[in-house]
């Protein structure tokens, strides 16, 4: 068993086809392909044509990121794709290209959850172990606070979204304010010229009775139809206060509920990881409340906020490190499967 085992990872969840290798912790090649602009006029993902651009991006893709790192592909020791959740179509091509790899290296493959994945990522950036923390991932698919005393196998789901997830919201009121697709980051860049008090917008399942049913869940779908019906009565207010404000709801529950679920399991450690954990804001009041509150904030730089084959990598690195059986070549994705599962075995 290697202790710093070399994982070539595949990542093929939604719309990106990201390859990544790995050594141990250290991160040697990070390649990412995007389709966001073939979706771009549709206002959100069309999952026939994710699949057929991860079939062409794929070869590419893995070319490149051995270019990168400067290694042969006979010198991995081991293959991690992402096998769920995700897009059914998206995953197949990745876990078929990546069983396709292991048993033509004769080398084992570790079918890895995607969200488990956004948060190990933490690895390749800091030193200090991992586990215990809390981890709050947002997503364009997913918001969900974990406590994880092992990101290769024992994950616990405190809450999660019960309608819309964070990031999706972002986009649905990006395409009502007429920003565009992806939502997030243009939300993000329109609020920085808005005033994030001007508004005061709906917090989700924040209230006293709420709270005691559903401390850790997460819901914005009562914030989306406020902000939409706002805009639809107020055709005078500045876009960009709009913003602003709608982004300080969501981040504000987001982090009060991250907090709340430190301070009641008494871990001080919070990562706060996927694509959304790349909004300027959210990384802001998240240190600010971390600090105020005596908790290590982890957050992965930006560009390993989203989906990215170093995460998948990171994943199967640890998994291989710690000694978990691996997966089956040929082994099946699951479009829909819980965090506590990290591992395919």
Known sequence: MKSEPLILGIETSCDETAVGIVRGRTLLANVISSSVEEHARFGGVVPEVASRAHLEAMQP?????????????????????????GLIGALL?????ASALALALNKPLFGVNHLASHVAVDVLTHTKPLQPTIALLVSGGHSSLLKVADITGDITAL????????????????????????????IDKDAKAGDRKAISFPRGLMQAPEMLTHPFDFSFSGL????????????????????????EAVVDVLTMKAIRACKE???????????????????????????????????????????NGAMVAALGSLAMSSGRKPSEIGLAAESAVPVSRAIWA
């Open 224 to 247: 989306k139809t406020a902000v939409a019906r706002y805009i639809a009565a107020t055709p005078s207010a500045k876009r960009a206060d709009i913003s602003a404000s709608f982004q």
């Open 265 to 307: 399991t008494g871990i001080e450690s919070l990562v706060v990881a996927g694509g959304v954990a790349a909004n300027s804001r959210l990384r802001e009041l998240a240190g600010e409340r971390c600090a105020a509150n005596g908790i290590e904030l982890r957050t992965p730089p930006p560009a390993l906020c989203t989906d």
């Open 93 to 97: 091509v990745g876990v078929s290209a």
């Open 61 to 85: 893709a893995i070319a490149q990121a051995l270019k990168d790192s400067g290694i042969a592909l006979t010198d991995i020791d081991g293959v991690a794709v992402t096998a769920g959740p």
């Open 159 to 186: 809450g999660q979204t019960m309608d819309d997830a964070a990031g999706e919201a972002f986009d649905k009121i990006a395409r009502v304010l007429g920003l565009g697709f992806p939502g997030g980051p243009l």
